[in-house]
C-alpha cells in the first residue's frame, strides 16, 4: 500500500476552497514587513529572537517549550524521526486515526514506521477506546488531530491525555492546524506540560494565511523540544516567514476579523445545508465537512465548472461520500451557496 501524499494545489484561479487556506490572504501587515527585508537579511542566516519572542507571548509558553518549524509539516516530519529514533523496536507503529490528514501515514511509512489505520467512532465522534486497542509496546507514535482535518469535529482535551499516559513509550502529535478557529487547545494546559511524549503542534498556514511561506511551531516539554532540536535544521524558517510570524502575531485586529468571517461563514453553510436537504457536520475549525453521497463527484464537478473548488472526500473509506468545503470570507462562502444551489437544481431538474 502506498501512502504517498496526494499533491492537489492547483487550481490556481477560482474560489479555492479545496485547502482549508485563508481565502483573503495574510494581513497586509505581512507584506509589509516582507517588503522591509533588507539585502543583508536575505544573505545572512536569519535571527529567531523576535520570532521566538512573538511566538511565545502568543501561545503564552516558555521559549524553551517551543520550536519553529518550517511549517506544521516539518514538525510532523520531526517528531516522526524522534519516534522512530528507538533502535530496540524492530517494526515501530505509528497509530493514525481515520479518516485523517494524509501527511501522518506518509511520513511515517516513509520514515519507516507501520501505519495503523484506526477508526474515529462512530458518527466521527472520538473513540478513545479504539486508540486504546491499537496500543502496542511497538507504539512508538500517535497522531491526533484537534480539531480533526476533514471533519472538524473536537477531541476533548481529557481524552488526549489518557492516551499520552497509556502509551508513555509513544510521542503522542497532537495536530492543533485549525485550534485558532476552535479556541480548545493543550498549550498552556499544565497537565500536557507534566507529560514529556505529549507535542503540540501548530501552524501559521490557516487562521494567519501565510501558508506560502511556511511557519509553523511546536510546543512541548524543555527536554522533548530539545530532542527535536536536533532534528529540525537549525535555519528551517527563511528569513521572510520569520518577519512575517511576528508582523502576522501583530496585527489581532486582522485575526480576530477573520476568525469572525469563518464563524459566520460556517452559520450560512449550515443554513444552506439544512435547506438543501444536505447532511453535515458542525465543525470547529474553518471547514465543514458534507455527506453527499453518490452524487459527491458530480456535485464537485458542477462546483469545479463554476470555478468554485472543494476538496473530494468522497473516496476515503473512512468518509464515503463525503466532501470537504473551506469556510473563509462570507462573500466566498455566498458564493459558493450560490453554486452549490444552482448546482442541486440542475440535478433535480
Ligand atoms: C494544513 C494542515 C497541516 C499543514 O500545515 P503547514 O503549516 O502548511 O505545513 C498540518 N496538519 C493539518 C491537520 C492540516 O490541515
Redesign the pocket.
Known sequence: MSYQYDVVVRPSSGLRLH??ENTAGCSPRVLEAIRSVTRHDAAFYPDYDRAIAACAARLRVEPDRLLLTN????A?LATTVAALRDRRVEQPEAIVVMPA?D?YASTSDGAGARVVEVAVGGDFVFSTANVEAALNQNTRLIFL?NPN?PTGQIIPLDEILTIARRAPQALIFV?E??ADFSDVTLVGDPRAAALPNVIV?R????AYGI?GL???AIVADAGTIDRLRRIVPPFSVNACAAAAIVAGISDTEYYDWYLEQVRTSKALLYDALARLGIRYWPSAANFVLIHLGEHAQRTVDGLAARNVHVRDKSRDPACPGCVRVTAGVVEHTEACIRALEEVMCAAGS
Open positions: 485547502l482549508n511549517g506544521l509539516d516539518e510532523i490528514f501527511m488531530t482535518n495536530d492546524a485549525y503542534g501552524t501559521f498556514a490557516k501558508a511556511r511557519a509553523g
